[in-house]
């Protein structure tokens, strides 16, 4: 794997050198875009507004809108001017408890990589990080844009996950969402044991992109059969619950799961049942 960025992480007077990895990978499809009588690629040209004229890149510069019309040129050294230091440094602002920090918070993460001389203090501040169950909170300059940025430990690792500010993330204030909706007792006790029996420990291997796979082997089956295969029936689209429905629907899910809870684990927990009596 290649490093996509190399510095140091510095907190207090330490300065620990490391490379930086990405830590997920993309696993979308590409598609191009085609000319349904032929199949020839279409492709797009960059074009001024003002003529009409196709302008190539070496043309081509960033500027900003400051009003309607009006634009502000920037280099790429003006870019970098902006906070050269940071470009090489992850700057520890604080530490924080982890459960502190709503996960909204999170965007992506990226793995650390100690490099030789810097081996035994990152080690240092991963054991630092679990012993105390804290996060570092940092700053850190990538592809020219600042970032907010947690440091933690994720097993032998250290991870640092990319964060949103606050005034990047929306209230929902605006939403129409219900506060308790009256809810019943009996209603809350099914809904309660229904995500009881469908509970279980995380394993995230157990989950895949089934709509990838599928259209994957819809890929394979139209280039063995040059382009043409059966027609399918398409799946039954689920209709909203209503509300006059929702403890029968309820019922009947408790009774579906029962089944399956039969074959292999315990239906329920005994005070769960005992709970449910009551409310009945």
Same mark, same amino acid.
């Given at each position: 794997?290649? *490093?996509?960025?190399?510095?140091?992480?510095? %907190?207090?007077?330490? #300065? =620990?050198?490391? !490379?930086?990895?990405?830590?997920?990978?993309?696993?979308e499809?590409s %598609?191009?875009?085609?000319?349904?009588?032929?199949?020839? @690629?279409?492709?797009?040209?960059?074009? *001024?507004?003002?003529?009409?004229?196709?302008?190539?890149w070496?043309?081509?510069?960033k500027?900003?809108?400051?009003?309607?019309?009006?634009? =502000?040129?920037?280099?790429?050294?003006?870019?970098?001017?902006?906070?050269i230091?940071a470009?090489?440094?992850?700057?520890?602002?604080? %530490?924080?408890?982890? #459960?502190?920090?709503?996960?909204?918070f %999170?965007?992506? @993460?990226?793995?650390?990589e100690?490099?030789?001389?810097?081996?035994?203090?990152?080690?240092?501040?991963?054991?630092?990080?679990k012993?105390?169950? +804290?996060?570092g909170? *940092?700053?850190?300059?990538?592809k020219?844009?600042?970032?907010?940025?947690?440091?933690? @430990?994720?097993?032998s690792?250290l =991870?640092?996950?990319i964060?949103?500010?606050?005034?990047?993330?929306?209230?929902?204030? !605006?939403?129409?969402?219900p506060?308790?909706?009256?809810?019943?007792?009996?209603?809350?006790?099914?809904?309660?044991?229904?995500v009881s029996?469908?509970?279980? @420990?995380?394993?995230?291997?157990?989950?895949?992109?089934?709509?990838?796979?599928?259209? +994957?082997?819809l890929?394979?089956?139209?280039?063995?059969?040059?382009?043409?295969?059966?027609?399918?029936?398409?799946?039954?689209?689920r !209709?909203?619950?209503?509300?006059?429905?929702l403890? !029968?629907?309820?019922?009947?899910?408790?009774e579906?799961?029962?089944?399956?809870?039969?074959?292999?684990?315990?239906?329920?927990?005994?005070?769960?049942?005992?709970?449910?009596?009551?409310?009945a």
């Open positions: 794997m290649r *490093a996509i960025w190399k510095g140091s992480i510095s %907190f207090g007077l330490v #300065n =620990v050198p490391i !490379s930086l990895y990405p830590a997920t990978s993309q696993k499809l %598609f191009r875009m085609l000319r349904k009588s032929d199949l020839s @690629p279409i492709n797009y040209k960059r074009f *001024a507004e003002a003529d009409g004229k196709e302008v190539p070496e043309q081509i510069v500027g900003y809108e400051y009003e309607k019309g009006k634009f =502000v040129v920037l280099s790429e050294e003006d870019f970098e001017r902006a906070d230091k470009t090489q440094t992850i700057d520890v602002v604080e %530490f924080v408890h982890l #459960n502190e920090i709503d996960p909204i %999170f965007d992506r @993460p990226y793995y650390l100690p490099q030789k001389q810097g081996a035994k203090a990152y080690a240092l501040l991963r054991e630092a990080l012993k105390t169950e +804290m996060v909170i *940092a700053k850190v300059v990538l020219t844009r600042q970032h907010l940025a947690a440091i933690k @430990p994720e097993q690792a =991870v640092l996950e964060m949103h500010f606050a005034e990047e993330l929306v209230s929902p204030k !605006s939403l129409q969402i506060g308790d909706a009256d809810l019943g007792s009996r209603e809350l006790q099914m809904a309660s044991e229904l029996r469908l509970s279980g @420990p995380w394993k995230p291997e157990k989950y895949t992109d089934d709509y990838r796979q599928a259209l +994957m082997d890929i394979q089956k139209k280039i063995e059969s040059g382009g043409k295969i059966p027609a399918q029936t398409k799946g039954v689209k !209709s909203a619950t209503k509300v006059i429905d403890v !029968s629907v309820l019922q009947q899910s408790l579906q799961t029962g089944k399956r809870a039969g074959a292999g684990k315990p239906a329920r927990h005994p005070r769960t049942r005992h709970a449910l009596k009551k409310a």
